[in-house]
């Protein structure tokens, strides 16, 4: 880092670096460049992004920088997070996992990821799943096996598991995964991280890639139990887009 001030990757969590961010011990931008260079260290090894977004990064946290200098900030503003590569992120690739989808870029972002991008939260990247969200170790991706940062020799969980390895190895602050009979609360087990199948309903499925309409829902994997309210609190409410919210 050009600063003078320090930044060790650390187990961190929403609420600690909200405080940091409000202190001016670091900007969103210093903290963001970290958990890229951590991504570019231990994913060669782990595989947990499907893509990695560093220059949209980079610049979603200059305007964070700029929120928070002018006092604009909420407990999102600024912090790094990914999204499971089923979940629509507009103008960027969204494969599902799949060969098929490999160049198909998406023309809307999904809601749940709308509201985390309006408290202006920093995108770092797209995470690896099993293909079509079928599956339940995130080794049936058509592009490669994600791996447990707990322990490399054994798998994540699926199909969310690109998303629960990525906030177990520190590569990503929390993530939205989706979950349609196990697929957050699964790997966040086997990462030994949280995750949260939201009530039916309560999270919109607009823009997310449907695995099966009458069980999917959107959801949280996060460090703690606060982190995964903040997120869910942050995603849910009904949406004119989703008949069933």
């Known amino acids: 880092l050009k600063s003078k001030r320090s930044f ?15 202190k001016k011990e670091f900007s969103s931008f210093e903290i963001t460049k970290k958990y890229i260079e951590n991504i570019k260290k231990e994913d060669k ?15 979603m946290a200059k305007i964070a920088d700029e929120k928070i200098s002018k006092g604009d900030i909420s407990v999102l503003t600024g912090i790094p997070f990914s999204v499971k590569d089923a979940i629509l992120v507009k103008g960027i690739k969204n494969t599902s996992g799949s060969k098929i989808l490999e160049n198909y870029i998406a023309p809307y ?32 991706s058509a592009f490669f096996t994600t791996k447990n940062p707990v322990d490399k020799s054994r798998v994540p969980g699926g199909t969310s598991g690109g998303s629960a390895s990525a906030v177990a190895s520190n590569m990503s602050v929390f993530a939205l995964g989706s979950d349609t009979g196990g697929s957050i609360r699964q790997p966040a087990s086997f990462c030994g991280v949280v995750g949260l199948k939201p009530t039916y309903g309560s999270v919109s499925r607009y823009g997310l890639s449907a695995y099966a309409s ?23 409410g009904k949406d004119i887009n989703d008949s069933t919210s």
């Not at 595989?47 to 560093?54: G, R, S």
């Open 214 to 236: 009458s069980f999917d829902q959107i959801g949280p994997i996060a460090k703690n139990v606060e982190d995964a309210e903040i997120i869910f609190d942050t995603i849910k």
């Open 45 to 59: 090894e782990i595989n947990a992004f499907i893509n990695v977004e560093e220059d949209l990064a980079l610049s």
């Open 8 to 22: 060790l990757m650390e187990n961190f969590t929403i609420s600690e670096l909200h405080k940091k961010l409000l």
């Open 109 to 140: 972002s999904a809601t749940a990821f709308k509201k985390i991008e309006e408290k202006n939260s920093v995108l770092l990247g797209k995470t690896n799943l099993d293909e079509f969200a079928m599956g339940s170790s995130t080794e049936n």
